[in-house]
Each structure stands twice: as C-alpha cells, then as structure tokens.
C-alpha cells in the first residue's frame, strides 16, 4: 500500500459526537462491499452486546437526514463504525495512513484503526459508554460556535452558563452547557448575532457537568489494554502522539477540552499533511481550511450529507494508485 500522496503523509482523521446524521455514508454502504462488511459485522457485534442494529438505527426507513440523531445509545456505536469502515476501504483500496488523526470519540476509532485495540473490543466499550453516562451525568449540551473563545469573556451569560469544550480553529469554538442553561445559551448567541449550532449530543462532554461519570466510567474501562499502534495516533485532547494508553486517559479524552487547533498546528510545524477526513459530515475538513490559509497541506472530506461521496472517493482511490 502506498499513502495518497508521494510528498506529504497522508493523515485520517477521525470526528466525534456531532457528525453523525441518519443514512450516512448509504450510498457507500451500496456500492462498497469492504465499507458494507465492516458495517455488517460491527452490527452483529453491538446487536449481541447491546440488543439494537447500528445499520436499522442509521438506515431505517422514515428518517430523514435532517432529523437531529441525537439517541446516543445509538449513535455512539454508529459513528464509530462508520468512520472505522471507510478506514478499512481505503486500505482495501491501497490507502493506508502515515499517521492517525482523532478528536472526541474519534480518537477511539483511531486507536482502534491503528491497532492499539482490537475492533470487537473496541466497538463494545464505545456502545457501552451511553449506559454509564445516563446513569451518573447531567443531561446537558455542546453548541458549535463560530467565533473564537474568547466570546465567553465577553459575556456574563456565557461567562457563568458555559465552559469551553473544545477549540477547533482561530474563530470556531465549542460550548458545554448544563440543559437547564441551553435557551438561556442559545439566546444569549442570538443576541450576539454569533453563528452557532446545536450539536446532537445529549450531554456535556469534555466539561465539569460529565465529572460525576468519572468513576463509573473508569469501572467500565479497568479492563482494556492496548498496544502498540501501527502507525502514531494523534490525540486533539493531548495535542501531540498518544505515547501511553490507559484508562485514565480515556476518560481524559471524554472529559478535556479538545484541543483541535493545537493538534492541527503541532502537525503543520512538522512540515504539514495530507489530511483524509473520514467524518460523515466533512466537519474536521470544513474546520481546518479555517487556519488553513497557506502552504503545501492539502485537506480532503470524503463523505457529506449533501452527497457526490462517491466521486470523492473514486478520486481519493485514483490519486492513491
């Protein structure tokens, strides 16, 4: 296998709650039969463990794409397997990675794409997840924000209801918030005339209102132990190569800030890459061209909601021959 391009390592990058939106990747899912296999037995597994079909909860019929997929227990499981799938029809397709690239959730399907942990195990944990924080965490939210962070200096509202969740580029931050605070939130980014976004994600991730999930999440952990990666995995919650996994740092990943414009900033200093963002959404991709403003990288969504996902891929399979 070679990477896609002969000048700049090639970097898949992985996106974590928030991408996921219903049938996507469906047009992938018929026309590829590695994308399609990946995605049957990561279903059979969850079906087991957890008693629900990823590939019913994303593909059914009556849902709409526009319809928020914000049923964690389902889209947990669902985003890793989608993003861990298009992973493997790239190398099946020759493609493989020079580094791994993963924020939130996704550096879980990176850990797991570069073999620091077995794919069953893996996908197990990640479905499980969902129970332990419905059981110990405040319900609560993360709002995209297009603006830089320091927009909470400038408001008391902001100030008091909202820790920043993560850091994408120069002007797009992410907010936590606790639910009761959301429309206090949401009205206070209305009346700063701030483009925003509720994410789909049922809890505050990556803030103070998920810390009462820490010892049960570090139970359900205790177990898993990892290898040494294939390829090095970048992590946006250390901004650097993961170096040592264990439990504690998984749980770091849930609950620090995400550090995606460190990570993306550390990677250029090396000389930049060639950026493959597995999202659904091509949000990583959308979120680096921001600071992206110069230089050789090159950034490549390859799935969108708004489809041509498959001539994006055939272009990425080409290039990589």
């Not at 849902?63 to 992973?87: G, I, N």
Request: charged share 20%; hydrophobic share 45%.
């Amino acid at each position: 296998m070679s990477s896609v391009s002969p000048c700049l390592p090639t970097v898949f990058c992985f996106a974590g709650q928030g991408s996921q939106y219903y049938h996507m990747a469906g047009d992938v899912m018929g026309e590829h039969a590695v994308f399609r296999q990946w995605m049957e037995i990561g279903d059979e597994i969850v079906r087991n463990a957890e008693g629900f079909s990823p590939l019913e909860a994303i593909y059914g019929a009556g849902r709409k794409a526009s319809e928020p997929f914000d049923r964690l227990e389902h889209s947990h499981p669902s985003l890793f397997l989608v993003q861990f799938a298009l992973a493997k029809l790239l190398q099946a397709k020759g493609i493989k990675p020079d580094m791994l690239l993963g924020v939130s959730l996704g550096e879980f399907v990176a850990m797991s794409v570069a073999g620091m942990v077995p794919f069953e195990t893996a996908l197990r944990a990640v479905a499980e997840q969902p129970q332990v924080f419905a059981k110990t965490a405040p319900a609560g939210a993360l709002i995209a924000v297009l603006a830089p962070e320091s927009i909470r200096d400038d408001s008391a509202v902001l100030a008091e209801a909202t820790e920043i969740a993560g850091t994408n580029a120069a002007a797009h931050c992410v907010l936590a918030c606790p639910a009761v605070e959301t429309n206090r939130v949401l009205a206070e980014l209305r009346r700063l005339d701030v483009p925003f976004q509720q994410l789909p994600v049922p809890f505050a991730f990556h803030s103070r209102w998920v810390e009462s999930a820490k010892d049960a999440y570090l139970a359900a952990v205790a177990d898993l132990a990892f290898e040494t990666p294939f390829w090095p995995v970048w992590s946006a919650c250390l901004a650097a190569p993961v170096e040592h996994v264990d439990g504690p740092l998984t749980w770091r990943i849930v609950r620090a800030e995400m550090r995606l414009r460190d990570t993306f900033s550390a990677i250029e200093a090396r000389g930049g890459a060639r950026y493959l963002d597995l999202s659904p959404s091509g949000s990583l991709a959308a979120v680096l061209r921001q600071d992206l403003r110069s230089g050789g990288s090159e950034i490549v969504p390859l799935v969108s909601p708004f489809g041509g996902n498959l001539k994006r891929l055939s272009a990425v399979f080409d290039a990589g021959r």
